[in-house]
Protein backbone atom coordinates (compact mmCIF):
# COMPACT_ATOMS: atom_id res chain seq x y z
CA UNK A 1 0.00 0.00 0.00
CA UNK A 2 2.80 2.32 0.70
CA UNK A 3 3.76 2.30 -3.07
CA UNK A 4 0.47 3.29 -3.86
CA UNK A 5 0.03 5.98 -1.44
CA UNK A 6 4.18 7.04 -3.23
CA UNK A 7 1.90 7.40 -6.63
CA UNK A 8 -0.65 8.88 -4.96
CA UNK A 9 1.54 11.71 -3.75
CA UNK A 10 3.43 11.79 -7.24
CA UNK A 11 -0.09 12.24 -8.94
CA UNK A 12 -1.28 14.67 -6.74
CA UNK A 13 2.21 17.12 -7.21
CA UNK A 14 2.08 16.46 -10.85
CA UNK A 15 -1.45 17.30 -10.54
CA UNK A 16 -0.17 20.61 -9.57
CA UNK A 17 1.31 21.16 -12.39
CA UNK A 18 -1.24 19.75 -14.74
CA UNK A 19 -4.60 20.81 -12.74
CA UNK A 20 -3.29 24.22 -11.53
CA UNK A 21 -2.67 25.13 -15.08
CA UNK A 22 -5.81 23.67 -16.96
CA UNK A 23 -7.74 25.57 -14.16
CA UNK A 24 -6.30 28.46 -15.04
CA UNK A 25 -6.61 28.09 -18.51
CA UNK A 26 -10.30 27.40 -17.66
CA UNK A 27 -10.56 30.32 -15.90
CA UNK A 28 -10.51 31.68 -19.39
CA UNK A 29 -13.63 30.16 -20.46
CA UNK A 30 -16.16 33.35 -18.77
CA UNK A 31 -13.72 35.78 -20.20
CA UNK A 32 -13.65 33.97 -23.73
CA UNK A 33 -17.15 33.24 -23.46
CA UNK A 34 -18.05 36.63 -22.40
CA UNK A 35 -16.18 38.69 -25.25
CA UNK A 36 -16.46 36.37 -28.38
CA UNK A 37 -19.63 35.19 -29.66
CA UNK A 38 -20.42 31.14 -30.04
CA UNK A 39 -19.75 31.90 -33.31
CA UNK A 40 -16.64 32.92 -33.16
CA UNK A 41 -15.64 31.14 -30.30
CA UNK A 42 -16.49 28.28 -32.88
CA UNK A 43 -13.87 29.50 -34.72
CA UNK A 44 -11.26 29.23 -31.97
CA UNK A 45 -12.07 25.54 -31.09
CA UNK A 46 -11.96 24.74 -34.61
CA UNK A 47 -8.62 26.09 -35.17
CA UNK A 48 -7.32 24.06 -32.25
CA UNK A 49 -8.79 21.10 -32.90
CA UNK A 50 -6.11 20.83 -36.35
CA UNK A 51 -3.59 22.29 -33.78
CA UNK A 52 -3.99 19.09 -31.35
CA UNK A 53 -3.90 16.96 -34.59
CA UNK A 54 -0.55 18.73 -35.58
CA UNK A 55 1.48 18.68 -32.23
CA UNK A 56 1.23 14.32 -32.15
CA UNK A 57 3.22 14.78 -35.35
CA UNK A 58 5.60 16.91 -34.11
CA UNK A 59 6.05 14.76 -30.57
CA UNK A 60 6.24 11.84 -33.22
CA UNK A 61 5.88 9.35 -29.55
CA UNK A 62 9.43 10.27 -28.83
CA UNK A 63 8.05 11.01 -24.76
CA UNK A 64 6.98 7.57 -24.33
CA UNK A 65 10.29 6.09 -26.23
CA UNK A 66 12.26 8.40 -23.95
CA UNK A 67 11.09 6.63 -21.03
CA UNK A 68 11.43 3.25 -22.54
CA UNK A 69 14.59 3.47 -23.57
CA UNK A 70 16.13 5.54 -20.33
CA UNK A 71 15.07 2.96 -17.95
CA UNK A 72 16.76 0.07 -20.06
CA UNK A 73 19.47 -1.86 -17.59
CA UNK A 74 22.60 -0.33 -18.52
CA UNK A 75 21.05 2.91 -20.56
CA UNK A 76 22.78 5.84 -21.11
CA UNK A 77 20.13 8.41 -19.79
CA UNK A 78 21.94 11.29 -21.26
CA UNK A 79 22.18 9.90 -24.73
CA UNK A 80 18.83 9.18 -25.05
CA UNK A 81 17.63 12.24 -23.76
CA UNK A 82 20.13 13.69 -26.86
CA UNK A 83 18.46 11.20 -28.85
CA UNK A 84 15.10 11.72 -28.30
CA UNK A 85 15.57 15.71 -28.57
CA UNK A 86 17.25 15.61 -31.78
CA UNK A 87 14.45 13.63 -33.47
CA UNK A 88 11.61 15.70 -32.06
CA UNK A 89 13.25 19.03 -32.79
CA UNK A 90 14.61 18.02 -36.31
CA UNK A 91 10.62 17.56 -37.27
CA UNK A 92 9.26 19.82 -35.52
CA UNK A 93 11.59 22.75 -37.25
CA UNK A 94 10.88 21.53 -40.84
CA UNK A 95 7.14 21.13 -40.03
CA UNK A 96 6.76 24.78 -38.65
CA UNK A 97 8.70 25.80 -42.06
CA UNK A 98 6.31 24.18 -43.94
CA UNK A 99 3.47 25.55 -42.27
CA UNK A 100 4.66 28.79 -42.22
CA UNK A 101 5.66 28.85 -46.57
CA UNK A 102 2.25 27.85 -47.22
CA UNK A 103 0.13 29.77 -44.78
CA UNK A 104 -2.02 31.36 -47.43
CA UNK A 105 -3.56 28.52 -49.13
CA UNK A 106 -4.05 26.71 -45.55
CA UNK A 107 -5.93 30.01 -44.17
CA UNK A 108 -7.93 29.87 -47.29
CA UNK A 109 -8.83 26.20 -46.47
CA UNK A 110 -9.57 27.22 -42.51
CA UNK A 111 -11.93 29.99 -44.34
CA UNK A 112 -9.64 32.73 -42.20
CA UNK A 113 -8.00 34.32 -44.96
CA UNK A 114 -6.58 37.74 -44.66
CA UNK A 115 -5.41 36.31 -41.04
CA UNK A 116 -2.73 34.34 -42.22
CA UNK A 117 -0.64 35.65 -39.29
CA UNK A 118 -3.00 33.21 -37.24
CA UNK A 119 -1.03 30.53 -38.91
CA UNK A 120 2.38 31.74 -37.73
CA UNK A 121 1.69 32.43 -34.14
CA UNK A 122 0.37 28.35 -33.53
CA UNK A 123 3.27 27.10 -35.54
CA UNK A 124 5.49 29.17 -33.14
CA UNK A 125 2.87 27.69 -30.01
CA UNK A 126 3.42 23.66 -31.74
CA UNK A 127 7.21 24.66 -32.33
CA UNK A 128 7.55 25.55 -28.99
CA UNK A 129 5.51 22.67 -27.45
CA UNK A 130 7.77 20.64 -28.92
CA UNK A 131 10.91 21.92 -28.06
CA UNK A 132 10.24 21.40 -24.38
CA UNK A 133 8.45 18.22 -24.41
CA UNK A 134 11.24 15.78 -23.93
CA UNK A 135 13.11 18.10 -21.10
CA UNK A 136 9.55 17.67 -19.35
CA UNK A 137 9.52 14.17 -19.95
CA UNK A 138 12.62 14.41 -17.95
CA UNK A 139 11.72 15.93 -14.78
CA UNK A 140 9.34 13.12 -14.87
CA UNK A 141 11.59 10.10 -15.02
CA UNK A 142 13.88 11.99 -12.98
CA UNK A 143 11.04 12.23 -10.23
CA UNK A 144 10.61 16.36 -10.01
CA UNK A 145 7.21 16.64 -10.24
CA UNK A 146 7.92 19.95 -8.06
CA UNK A 147 9.71 21.58 -10.67
CA UNK A 148 7.62 20.61 -13.61
CA UNK A 149 4.86 21.55 -11.79
CA UNK A 150 6.60 25.63 -11.26
CA UNK A 151 7.18 25.47 -15.02
CA UNK A 152 3.68 24.29 -15.64
CA UNK A 153 2.02 27.13 -13.66
CA UNK A 154 4.03 29.87 -14.45
CA UNK A 155 3.62 29.71 -18.38
CA UNK A 156 -0.20 29.07 -17.73
CA UNK A 157 -0.47 32.14 -15.21
CA UNK A 158 1.26 34.28 -17.85
CA UNK A 159 -1.20 32.76 -20.28
CA UNK A 160 -4.03 34.02 -18.41
CA UNK A 161 -2.40 37.23 -17.46
CA UNK A 162 -1.83 38.01 -21.10
CA UNK A 163 -5.68 36.98 -22.17
CA UNK A 164 -7.19 39.48 -19.72
CA UNK A 165 -4.33 42.04 -20.51
CA UNK A 166 -5.24 41.83 -24.07
CA UNK A 167 -8.77 41.12 -24.54
CA UNK A 168 -9.70 43.74 -21.28
CA UNK A 169 -7.09 46.17 -21.89
CA UNK A 170 -5.62 46.90 -25.21
CA UNK A 171 -8.75 44.67 -26.87
CA UNK A 172 -9.06 45.78 -30.54
CA UNK A 173 -12.59 44.41 -32.81
CA UNK A 174 -9.86 43.95 -36.12
CA UNK A 175 -7.57 41.26 -34.04
CA UNK A 176 -10.42 39.49 -32.18
CA UNK A 177 -9.49 35.96 -31.49
CA UNK A 178 -5.68 36.72 -32.75
CA UNK A 179 -4.90 37.55 -29.40
CA UNK A 180 -5.86 34.18 -27.79
CA UNK A 181 -3.42 32.55 -30.34
CA UNK A 182 -0.83 35.55 -29.85
CA UNK A 183 -1.33 34.89 -25.49
CA UNK A 184 -0.44 31.31 -26.31
CA UNK A 185 2.23 31.69 -28.69
CA UNK A 186 4.00 34.25 -25.62
CA UNK A 187 2.77 32.05 -22.81
CA UNK A 188 4.77 29.12 -24.53
CA UNK A 189 7.73 31.28 -24.64
CA UNK A 190 9.08 31.32 -21.12
CA UNK A 191 9.21 27.87 -21.27
CA UNK A 192 12.17 28.32 -23.12
CA UNK A 193 13.65 30.35 -20.62
CA UNK A 194 12.55 27.84 -18.05
CA UNK A 195 14.60 25.31 -19.84
CA UNK A 196 17.33 26.75 -21.16
CA UNK A 197 20.01 25.27 -19.22
CA UNK A 198 18.86 22.11 -20.77
CA UNK A 199 18.79 22.98 -23.91
CA UNK A 200 21.71 24.43 -24.03
CA UNK A 201 23.25 21.20 -22.82
CA UNK A 202 21.84 19.33 -25.73
CA UNK A 203 23.71 18.20 -28.43
CA UNK A 204 22.43 16.64 -31.88
CA UNK A 205 22.78 13.47 -31.62
CA UNK A 206 22.40 10.18 -33.76
CA UNK A 207 23.54 6.85 -32.21
CA UNK A 208 22.95 3.89 -35.69
CA UNK A 209 21.64 1.44 -33.18
CA UNK A 210 19.74 3.37 -30.77
CA UNK A 211 18.32 6.01 -32.91
CA UNK A 212 16.45 3.77 -35.58
CA UNK A 213 14.84 1.99 -32.77
CA UNK A 214 13.82 4.65 -30.51
CA UNK A 215 12.41 5.67 -34.19
CA UNK A 216 10.41 2.36 -34.37
CA UNK A 217 9.26 2.27 -30.93
CA UNK A 218 8.10 5.60 -31.15
CA UNK A 219 6.51 5.78 -34.58
CA UNK A 220 3.48 3.08 -33.27
CA UNK A 221 2.74 5.47 -30.49
CA UNK A 222 2.83 8.37 -32.78
CA UNK A 223 0.47 6.85 -35.09
CA UNK A 224 -1.48 5.94 -31.71
CA UNK A 225 -1.56 9.76 -30.84
CA UNK A 226 -3.52 10.44 -33.86
CA UNK A 227 -5.66 8.07 -34.14
CA UNK A 228 -6.78 9.18 -30.28
CA UNK A 229 -6.86 13.21 -31.43
CA UNK A 230 -9.12 12.03 -34.14
CA UNK A 231 -11.06 10.27 -31.11
CA UNK A 232 -11.21 13.53 -29.41
CA UNK A 233 -10.91 16.19 -31.77
CA UNK A 234 -12.67 15.12 -35.42
CA UNK A 235 -16.10 16.04 -33.69
CA UNK A 236 -14.86 19.38 -33.31
CA UNK A 237 -14.35 19.27 -37.43
CA UNK A 238 -16.85 17.56 -38.43
CA UNK A 239 -19.11 19.29 -36.33
CA UNK A 240 -19.19 21.93 -39.04
CA UNK A 241 -19.18 19.46 -41.54
CA UNK A 242 -22.46 17.11 -41.24
CA UNK A 243 -24.51 19.01 -39.03
CA UNK A 244 -27.83 20.01 -41.17
CA UNK A 245 -28.44 23.43 -42.05
CA UNK A 246 -30.39 25.04 -39.58
CA UNK A 247 -30.54 21.81 -37.46
CA UNK A 248 -30.63 24.83 -34.64
CA UNK A 249 -33.27 27.11 -35.46
CA UNK A 250 -31.49 30.55 -37.31
CA UNK A 251 -28.09 29.50 -35.71
CA UNK A 252 -25.39 28.90 -38.03
CA UNK A 253 -22.69 25.52 -37.58
CA UNK A 254 -20.27 27.85 -36.00
CA UNK A 255 -22.24 28.61 -33.19
CA UNK A 256 -23.20 24.74 -32.48
CA UNK A 257 -19.70 24.23 -32.20
CA UNK A 258 -19.08 27.50 -29.85
CA UNK A 259 -21.43 25.93 -27.59
CA UNK A 260 -19.67 22.71 -28.03
CA UNK A 261 -16.67 23.75 -27.19
CA UNK A 262 -17.76 25.58 -24.56
CA UNK A 263 -19.26 22.92 -22.64
CA UNK A 264 -16.95 20.56 -23.57
CA UNK A 265 -14.03 21.98 -21.44
CA UNK A 266 -15.99 21.26 -18.09
CA UNK A 267 -14.81 17.87 -19.13
CA UNK A 268 -11.27 19.57 -17.75
CA UNK A 269 -12.15 18.56 -14.61
CA UNK A 270 -11.94 14.55 -15.40
CA UNK A 271 -9.16 14.98 -18.34
CA UNK A 272 -7.21 16.48 -15.26
CA UNK A 273 -7.43 14.01 -13.27
CA UNK A 274 -6.21 11.43 -15.64
CA UNK A 275 -3.23 13.64 -17.05
CA UNK A 276 -1.90 14.17 -13.68
CA UNK A 277 -2.56 10.43 -13.34
CA UNK A 278 -0.59 9.42 -16.22
CA UNK A 279 2.39 11.92 -15.64
CA UNK A 280 2.51 9.83 -12.51
CA UNK A 281 1.84 6.49 -13.44
CA UNK A 282 3.94 5.42 -16.97
CA UNK A 283 6.73 5.96 -15.45
CA UNK A 284 5.36 3.81 -12.25
CA UNK A 285 4.66 1.12 -14.16
CA UNK A 286 7.98 1.07 -15.84
CA UNK A 287 9.93 1.13 -13.08
CA UNK A 288 7.82 -1.78 -11.62
CA UNK A 289 7.76 -3.84 -14.59
CA UNK A 290 9.86 -5.91 -13.02
CA UNK A 291 8.28 -6.81 -9.87
CA UNK A 292 6.20 -10.45 -9.94
CA UNK A 293 3.35 -8.60 -7.89
CA UNK A 294 2.96 -5.81 -10.50
CA UNK A 295 0.05 -7.85 -12.03
CA UNK A 296 -2.08 -7.35 -8.49
CA UNK A 297 -0.40 -3.60 -7.89
CA UNK A 298 -1.66 -2.67 -11.17
CA UNK A 299 -4.98 -3.73 -10.54
CA UNK A 300 -5.26 -2.33 -7.24
CA UNK A 301 -4.20 1.21 -8.88
CA UNK A 302 -6.70 0.92 -11.51
CA UNK A 303 -9.29 0.38 -9.29
CA UNK A 304 -8.75 3.36 -6.62
CA UNK A 305 -8.66 5.46 -10.33
CA UNK A 306 -12.14 4.53 -11.12
CA UNK A 307 -13.15 5.28 -7.11
CA UNK A 308 -11.79 8.78 -7.52
CA UNK A 309 -13.18 8.85 -11.05
CA UNK A 310 -16.49 8.20 -10.49
CA UNK A 311 -16.63 10.71 -7.22
CA UNK A 312 -15.37 13.50 -9.99
CA UNK A 313 -18.11 12.20 -12.61
CA UNK A 314 -20.42 12.90 -9.54
CA UNK A 315 -19.05 16.57 -7.96
CA UNK A 316 -19.02 18.42 -11.61
CA UNK A 317 -22.65 16.73 -12.77
CA UNK A 318 -24.43 17.16 -9.70
CA UNK A 319 -23.01 20.59 -9.59
CA UNK A 320 -23.89 21.98 -12.58
CA UNK A 321 -26.29 23.96 -11.39
CA UNK A 322 -23.98 26.39 -10.21
CA UNK A 323 -20.84 25.24 -12.18
CA UNK A 324 -23.01 26.82 -15.68
CA UNK A 325 -22.41 30.70 -14.12
CA UNK A 326 -18.53 30.08 -15.57
CA UNK A 327 -20.09 30.60 -18.70
CA UNK A 328 -19.72 34.34 -19.56
CA UNK A 329 -22.81 34.35 -21.78
CA UNK A 330 -26.35 31.98 -20.79
CA UNK A 331 -26.83 31.18 -24.40
CA UNK A 332 -24.33 28.92 -23.95
CA UNK A 333 -25.91 26.61 -21.07
CA UNK A 334 -28.07 24.58 -23.65
CA UNK A 335 -24.93 22.70 -24.05
CA UNK A 336 -24.38 21.44 -20.64
CA UNK A 337 -26.32 18.75 -21.35
CA UNK A 338 -23.00 16.74 -22.85
CA UNK A 339 -21.59 16.97 -19.85
CA UNK A 340 -21.92 13.98 -18.00
CA UNK A 341 -21.36 12.66 -21.37
CA UNK A 342 -17.93 13.48 -21.68
CA UNK A 343 -16.79 12.85 -18.28
CA UNK A 344 -17.84 9.41 -18.81
CA UNK A 345 -15.96 9.16 -21.66
CA UNK A 346 -12.71 10.88 -20.19
CA UNK A 347 -13.14 8.26 -17.25
CA UNK A 348 -13.15 5.39 -19.70
CA UNK A 349 -10.33 7.14 -21.41
CA UNK A 350 -8.18 6.97 -18.05
CA UNK A 351 -8.93 3.62 -17.20
CA UNK A 352 -7.75 2.51 -20.94
CA UNK A 353 -4.51 4.25 -20.34
CA UNK A 354 -4.70 2.10 -16.88
CA UNK A 355 -4.88 -0.97 -19.02
CA UNK A 356 -2.57 0.02 -21.94
CA UNK A 357 0.45 -0.21 -19.80
CA UNK A 358 0.48 -4.39 -20.89
CA UNK A 359 1.12 -3.33 -24.82
CA UNK A 360 3.91 -0.45 -23.55
CA UNK A 361 5.59 -3.36 -20.87
CA UNK A 362 5.92 -6.23 -23.79
CA UNK A 363 7.35 -3.53 -26.42
CA UNK A 364 3.64 -4.20 -28.33
CA UNK A 365 3.25 -0.84 -28.99
CA UNK A 366 1.77 -1.66 -32.54
CA UNK A 367 -1.89 -2.54 -30.46
CA UNK A 368 -2.04 0.49 -29.08
CA UNK A 369 -2.20 1.60 -32.75
CA UNK A 370 -4.52 -0.94 -33.36
CA UNK A 371 -6.97 -0.02 -30.65
CA UNK A 372 -6.62 4.11 -31.61
CA UNK A 373 -7.86 3.09 -35.10
CA UNK A 374 -10.54 1.29 -34.27
CA UNK A 375 -11.51 4.01 -31.36
CA UNK A 376 -10.82 6.27 -34.18
CA UNK A 377 -12.95 4.30 -36.87
CA UNK A 378 -15.68 4.11 -34.33
CA UNK A 379 -16.08 7.81 -33.73
CA UNK A 380 -15.81 8.56 -37.60
CA UNK A 381 -19.03 6.32 -37.85
CA UNK A 382 -20.61 7.45 -35.22
CA UNK A 383 -20.14 11.22 -35.30
CA UNK A 384 -21.35 10.61 -39.34
CA UNK A 385 -24.32 8.78 -38.27
CA UNK A 386 -24.93 10.57 -35.18
CA UNK A 387 -24.31 14.28 -35.76
CA UNK A 388 -27.43 15.02 -37.82
CA UNK A 389 -30.01 12.90 -35.45
CA UNK A 390 -28.52 14.21 -32.20
CA UNK A 391 -26.05 17.62 -33.16
CA UNK A 392 -23.74 17.91 -30.76
CA UNK A 393 -24.95 15.73 -27.92
CA UNK A 394 -24.61 12.81 -31.46
CA UNK A 395 -20.75 13.77 -31.26
CA UNK A 396 -20.96 13.41 -26.69
CA UNK A 397 -21.83 10.20 -27.62
CA UNK A 398 -19.64 9.49 -30.29
CA UNK A 399 -16.39 10.00 -27.68
CA UNK A 400 -17.92 7.97 -25.09
CA UNK A 401 -18.87 4.92 -27.44
CA UNK A 402 -15.24 5.55 -28.86
CA UNK A 403 -13.48 5.00 -25.30
CA UNK A 404 -15.79 2.44 -24.35
CA UNK A 405 -14.41 0.37 -26.98
CA UNK A 406 -10.78 1.20 -26.73
CA UNK A 407 -11.39 -0.02 -23.02
CA UNK A 408 -13.13 -3.32 -24.17
CA UNK A 409 -10.56 -4.30 -26.47
CA UNK A 410 -7.08 -3.69 -24.78
CA UNK A 411 -8.43 -5.35 -21.52
CA UNK A 412 -9.98 -8.40 -23.97
CA UNK A 413 -6.17 -8.46 -25.33
CA UNK A 414 -4.06 -7.34 -21.92
CA UNK A 415 -5.47 -10.91 -20.62
CA UNK A 416 -4.03 -12.68 -23.50
CA UNK A 417 -0.28 -11.24 -22.75
CA UNK A 418 0.09 -9.23 -19.04
CA UNK A 419 -3.01 -10.98 -16.97
CA UNK A 420 -4.06 -8.51 -14.05
CA UNK A 421 -6.39 -9.79 -12.26
CA UNK A 422 -8.92 -6.67 -12.52
CA UNK A 423 -11.98 -6.00 -10.64
CA UNK A 424 -14.02 -5.81 -13.71
CA UNK A 425 -17.57 -6.69 -11.66
CA UNK A 426 -16.95 -3.75 -8.77
CA UNK A 427 -15.56 -1.15 -11.19
CA UNK A 428 -18.83 -1.44 -13.44
CA UNK A 429 -20.77 -1.25 -10.65
CA UNK A 430 -19.20 1.76 -9.37
CA UNK A 431 -19.98 3.66 -12.59
CA UNK A 432 -23.58 2.26 -12.68
CA UNK A 433 -24.34 3.67 -9.53
CA UNK A 434 -22.85 6.84 -10.57
CA UNK A 435 -24.61 7.33 -13.87
CA UNK A 436 -27.81 6.17 -12.15
CA UNK A 437 -27.38 8.80 -9.64
CA UNK A 438 -26.60 11.64 -12.26
CA UNK A 439 -29.47 10.98 -14.51
CA UNK A 440 -32.00 10.05 -11.62
CA UNK A 441 -31.41 13.34 -9.87
CA UNK A 442 -32.33 15.03 -12.94
CA UNK A 443 -35.54 13.80 -13.10
CA UNK A 444 -36.50 15.01 -9.62
CA UNK A 445 -36.13 19.14 -10.32
CA UNK A 446 -35.75 21.41 -7.38
CA UNK A 447 -36.88 24.73 -8.07
CA UNK A 448 -34.78 26.01 -4.94
CA UNK A 449 -31.08 26.61 -6.73
CA UNK A 450 -29.38 25.76 -2.72
CA UNK A 451 -32.15 22.90 -1.78
CA UNK A 452 -30.81 21.32 -4.71
CA UNK A 453 -27.40 21.73 -4.38
CA UNK A 454 -27.51 20.43 -0.71
CA UNK A 455 -29.53 17.53 -2.16
CA UNK A 456 -27.20 17.01 -4.68
CA UNK A 457 -24.39 16.85 -2.65
CA UNK A 458 -25.59 14.76 -0.21
CA UNK A 459 -26.12 12.32 -3.01
CA UNK A 460 -22.17 12.55 -3.57
CA UNK A 461 -21.36 12.22 0.28
CA UNK A 462 -23.73 9.08 0.29
CA UNK A 463 -22.21 7.66 -2.74
CA UNK A 464 -18.67 7.94 -1.27
CA UNK A 465 -20.12 6.62 2.32
CA UNK A 466 -21.30 3.36 0.49
CA UNK A 467 -18.29 2.74 -1.59
CA UNK A 468 -16.14 2.97 1.65
CA UNK A 469 -18.57 0.45 3.18
CA UNK A 470 -17.99 -1.70 0.25
CA UNK A 471 -13.95 -1.13 0.16
CA UNK A 472 -13.64 -1.64 4.15
CA UNK A 473 -15.98 -4.79 4.04
CA UNK A 474 -14.80 -6.68 1.13
CA UNK A 475 -12.88 -9.79 2.41
CA UNK A 476 -10.68 -9.76 -0.85
CA UNK A 477 -7.46 -7.76 -1.49
CA UNK A 478 -9.23 -4.62 -3.47
CA UNK A 479 -8.25 -3.82 -6.83
Not at 304 to 322: E, Q, R
Not at 429 to 457: D, K, T
Request: glycine fraction near 8%; hydrophobic fraction near 50%.
Amino acid sequence: MSVIKKLAGETAIYGLGTIVPRVLNFLLLPLHTAVFAPEAYGVITYLYAFVAFINVVYMWGMETAYFRFSTKPGADATLVFNLAQTVVVTISFFLSLLIIAFKFPIASYLNIAGNEHYITWLAGVMAIDALVAIPFARLRLEKKPITFAVAKITSVALLLLLNYYFLKVTYQEDIGIGYVFLANLLGNAVLILFFIKQLAAWRPSYHREITPAMFGYAYPVMLTGVAGMVNEMFSRITLEWWLPENFYPGKPSTYALGVFGACYKYAVFMNLAVQAFRFAAEPFFFSHAQDKQSPNLFARVNHYFIIAGCLILLGVSLNLNLLKYILGDPQYWEGLVIVPILLTAYLFLGIYYNLSVWFKLTDKTYYGTLFSVGGAIITIIANYLLIPVLGYVGSSLAALLCYIGMTAACYQTGQKYFPVPYRIGKSLLYIVLALALIYGSARLPIQNQWLAVFFNNGLILGYGGLVYFLERSSSQPTA
